[in-house]
């Protein structure tokens, strides 16, 4: 067989979609894991379609990602990427066109606008919208010579189709859904080459594939309905059709169509919502299809050493946004600090504006979130002590309660009060003393010193590290706010 080669090729939009994610390193996987070439293609012909500053997402997305390309026609600049409409000035998508036109397999199509909005018909019932009918009637299949050629002569506009038959079968094989018949006569003679010159998506990628020699193409199965179409162009030019690999449907939790409005579609909108890179990636690879040994966290590495795309299912696969948070929590536990640090400071700020030591509080929190937007609300209490009831000092577990919580406050307070060296070691030694001279439980003295300094129910991080962030005099100030609070509603 010939050394595997797959291709992305994304048409520049707007923000990568997950499921265009999905397709780019089902193909970066299919290639790397054969030891074959990964190429990046933008697709660009459709020009109305195009939105400022999308190419620029996809680079940006791919190299992130760490789906690295292995060519492209210029490698001078670092195997940039193929991109289409700058292949269209060497007339190559023209010149196969008309090729298909010498064959019988294409044909010029002069009709109007106005002439396409008339061939709107309804089968079956008038009313019936859902059997309305947009198919081309191969009106201009029918001209003479004579009249293509002065129509050309005259530059009326047009578009070269598809010729279809109208009878007859044709089949396609799916390495996932295996050989697929449809009948011809539902096949419409789509076009190839468009009114301003440039070739549509469909036929400009059956071009670029055979050009580049593409082995493996693997997409969403919503074009299983386009297939037997490119079929029909493979073997017109008489080519060898490439290993067809559609991938499941991607669906939210109500097993919906994930939509580009969803608030979780795109890559980008991921990251935005805290989630770590390596995380979605690892995601988004067991949408549809899972590793043989059922292992869940899986590197870059794990994913092409193991990765089979014959093991990629047919039904949908579910966005299970709870399923990505807590693999993303598994990946913030095991990232290395210099790298947790980098990406967990910035929503640290956004919560605290005070001199404390904002690489401690990151790292109270490392354990305890799963998304690095789950920062802010943890450790907001640093910033300013939240109004609390003294309802929270009760913990029927500790057997604490407001009486007790306001003994252990008086006694600590004076502690901290005399305190020279104020350090971590020495709170923690300071509690513990008390712990001792009260002959209790932990945390009967624990409980209540935490809720004091944070006036939260859960924190990261206990009474210790908590109060030596703050520093001295804060956490002293917080103690006697719950020794005054306890006094006053306790009664």
């Known amino acids: ?20 994610l999905r397709t780019a390193l089902y193909e970066y996987l299919v290639a790397r894991h054969a030891g074959g070439d990964f190429i990046l293609r933008i697709e660009d012909t459709d020009q109305e379609r195009l939105v400022e500053g999308a190419t620029e997402i996809i680079y940006r997305t791919m190299a992130k990602t760490g789906l690295i390309h292995d060519e492209g ?5 670092g195997y940039g990427p193929y991109v289409q409409s700058e292949r269209m000035a060497t007339g190559i998508y023209l010149t196969y066109a008309r090729q298909l036109i010498e064959k019988g397999e294409a044909y010029y199509c002069f009709c109007t606008r106005e002439r396409l909005e008339t061939l709107k018909s309804v089968v079956g019932e008038e009313d019936d919208e859902d059997k309305v ?17 002065e129509n050309l002569k005259n530059k009326v506009p047009y578009v070269i189709r598809q010729n279809m038959p109208t009878s007859g079968t044709t089949t396609f094989t799916d390495a996932i859904y295996g050989d697929i ?3 011809n006569e539902e096949l419409d003679d789509m076009i190839l080459i468009k009114s301003d010159g440039y070739p549509t998506y469909n036929f400009a990628n059956v071009i670029d594939d055979h050009m580049m020699e593409i082995t493996h193409v693997i997409r969403g199965n919503e074009y299983l309905s386009s297939t037997p179409k490119y079929t029909r162009l493979y073997q017109a030019f008489g080519w060898e059709e490439p290993v067809y690999i559609h991938c499941p449907l991607l669906t939210n939790e109500e097993h919906k169509k994930l939509s580009k409005r969803s608030g979780h579609s795109s890559f980008e909108d991921l990251l935005e919502q805290g989630f ?15 590793s043989s040994t059922n292992q869940e966290i899986l590197s870059m590495e794990e994913l092409i050493a193991e990765f089979d795309y014959t093991h990629i299912n047919k039904s949908p696969a579910v966005f299970d946004m709870n399923k990505l948070r807590w693999m993303n929590g598994e990946y913030l536990k095991k990232m290395d600090q210099e790298e947790y640090l980098e990406l967990a400071l910035p929503f640290v700020k956004k919560a605290i504006t005070k001199n404390y030591d904002l690489s401690l509080i990151a790292e109270l ?10 920062i802010p609300d943890l450790i907001d209490f640093f910033e300013e002590l939240p109004e609390y009831d003294i309802e929270m000092y009760t913990h029927k577990k500790m057997k604490t309660d407001s009486v007790n919580s306001l003994e252990v406050l008086k006694e600590a307070l004076p502690v901290f009060e005399a305190m020279d060296d104020y350090s971590v070691e020495n709170i923690e030694a300071a509690l513990k003393a008390l712990v001792e001279k009260k002959e209790v439980k932990n945390g009967v003295v624990l409980w209540p010193v935490r809720t004091a300094v944070s006036g939260k129910q859960m924190t990261p991080g206990g009474a210790y590290e908590i109060m030596n962030i703050l520093g001295k005099e804060e956490s002293l100030r917080r103690i006697r706010i719950g020794i005054e609070k306890l006094e006053k509603e306790g009664k």
Not at 133 to 149: F, G, T, W
């Open 365 to 374: 929190v490392k354990t305890r979130i799963e998304t690095l937007c789950d």
């Open 73 to 77: 026609p210029d490698k001078d600049k």
């Open 181 to 183: 018949t449809v009948e």
């Open 276 to 290: 770590v890179t390596e995380a979605i990636v690892n995601f988004i690879a067991l949408l549809g299809w899972s």
């Open 133 to 149: 009918i947009h198919k081309y009637d191969k009106h201009c299949l029918h001209l003479s010579k004579e009249e293509i050629e």
């Open 1 to 20: 067989m010939n050394k595997v080669r797959t291709r992305f090729a994304p048409s520049p939009t707007g923000r990568m979609h997950v499921g265009n």
